[in-house]
């Protein structure tokens, strides 16, 4: 049996995001101040997505049915994020979706942000042509999120059934990299800038702390990592030694001090925790090193080690979320909400 | 004295000082605590003071610094509670959530000797129900008193219409400066120093302590200034420890803004906490929706403070200010503006 066509909206936070997608295969994926700006930004991330989703939200819908080469009548459900998020943006997204879902007469599927990142990695490009094979994932799997909002370790039991195993107690592992590179004067979000100078950078330059290293539970700190480098750059602009090259050495060793924080923890909580597979979701997803960390460390212990297929899939977006929804759907084919308030801090999976 | 013998027994007696009528039990006495908590009712959460009869006895239950001993010398006996590291003598819930413990030496002879006499120290809170008129004469207090409440108390010292004092000035000497939690002391602005994350949690506990009433009431609006690292979100952690949020409190900046539901006792709410450090024009802040978040019960705690200052709404201006600054590694000076 065919799959159902689900059309998602994600308005967790800056992003204003629709997409389109049927089971795994995403039809479209738009993100608007993405698409917007990418000529003018070179495909970087803008500092921030400043117009409201409200002006944004109609033409990126349209645009994501249009880039799917779809009608509205070939639309069965319409996903939308419910949470976790900026209230006022999810507001807007749930609104959106409902008033939709009415004036089409198609149900609508409240989603989780985090189940969206966690599941961004079973997602696929549509074939040319013929059909692609379904990924089926041997569960459990371990699902490391990590992004400016969020970084957390779940248990995935099932498709539906999760368990947090640990999360930041403080900053989120790409936060403390957007606030750095900000000091750096690298802008904001700076992750992306950090990212490739640290690839001309000399990691060893600077050495990091390893934080929570006595504390026995799975759960992170950024903080520490956050105030010591600012405590490291003060020094180098008193002594005027911030150069370039400078700067490429920091960046390359702050990433290297947050990314071994969360191997760290990772490697301990595989050590206790048996998986099958690891999956790596979420903004900082995106970074090379830390892929490349990470499916080393699969490799030792035997796992599989899944990403999402395109850097779109990684930062927030509405195909996980429709890829997501229909995942849902599949469990309880009956899912219809007719209102919807948002849940700003819907944990997942949380004790 | 009959009121010797009534405390011994475990029970319950409304009493003169130099202030309001109080109602004391004996603060080493379990049964006799849980019978005042029953009687004052909805307490949420705060501490009970003890009276005693001077320094030597204060010092068998607290631990007095030289900020305390200073006070001391000054204050008392007085219409002043002072407020120490506790040493866990007195009954579970008569120590504040943070081991601290109130002191009072009553200015009031037949007071001191009755607990002089009695050995032990009594509970020294006013004996109104809370959020009830100031019991100045047993009328003001009786009018106000449930049959059941009533029916708790087992002897009054009755010595008619005391004179309108203030309630004790309550200061607290267990944070690196004295910290006035109610009645006016200094108006100075503070500076406190803590030298650790817990030590700066724990100054948001205490501050919201003091303020605990206006955030029932009205609302609380906490203004936090000070750069990256500085310990604001630790600061917010604490206001989320004392309001007893079941996650953890972790940074807003991503999100600007993260809502937490607490309960407290009996006193439900939500934490809002948010970081304007990404703000830098107005119509970005009117997205938040700022203006509706101060409500009673909540608490709004703004980091990047100087960010939004201007935009906010006028008729809501922070209960508290705040400016962190790193010192070292460990320490932080906190700056402290109350709006009274």
Sequence with gaps: MAKPTILAIDTSCDETAAAVGRGQIILSNVIASQAQLHQQYGGVFPTAAKQAHREKIQPIIKAAIRQAGLGWPSIKAIAVTQGPGLAPSLEIGLQTALNLGQQHSKPVIPVNHIEGHILSVLAQAKPKQGYRRAIKPKLPALSVIVSGGHTEFVLVKKIGQYHRLGT???????????KVGRLLNLGYPAGPIVESLAKK?????????????????????????????????????VEEKLTKKTTADFCASLQEGVFNHILY???????????????LGGGVAANLTLRAKLRSLA???KLTFRIPYSHKLTGDNAAMIALTAGYILERQPKTSAKSLDRRPRWAIGGN | MQAVTVLRG??????????????????????AVKKLLKYKSRREGKPLSIAVSNQAMAEQYVQLNEQARALYRQFLPGPYTIISQGLGRVTVGVESEFGTLGVRIPDYPLITELVQKLGKPITATSANASGKKRPYSLADLFDHLSAKQKSLIDLVIDVGELPKNEPSVVIDTTLSTPLTMRGSFTQADRVFITHSDQETRQLAGKLMLKYWDRAQNQGLLIALNGELGAGKTVFTQGVGQFLQVAEPVSSPTYTYLNEYDYSRHDTRGMLYHLDMWKIDIKADFEQLQTEKLLKP??????EWWQQVAKWWPKDQQPDLLLNLEETDEQTRSIALKENN
């Design chain 1, 299 to 301: 490799r030792t212990k």
């Design chain 2, 297 to 302: 019960g909540n608490v709004v705690v703004v």
């Design chain 1, 265 to 279: 923890k990772l490697t301990k909580l595989l050590d206790e925790v048996p998986v099958k597979e690891l999956w």
């Design chain 1, 201 to 237: 950078g000399n990691k060893k330059r600077f050495a990091f702390p390893l934080p929570m290293t006595n504390i026995k539970t799975f759960d992170l700190s950024f903080s520490g990592l956050k105030t010591h480098s600012k405590r490291l750059i003060k020094n180098l602009i």
């Design chain 1, 168 to 178: 930041t107690v403080d900053d989120a592992a790409g936060e403390c990299l957007d």
């Design chain 2, 10 to 31: 475990g029970g319950l007696v409304i009493y003169p000082t130099e202030t309001v009528y109080g109602v004391g039990v004996e603060a080493t006495n379990p049964e």
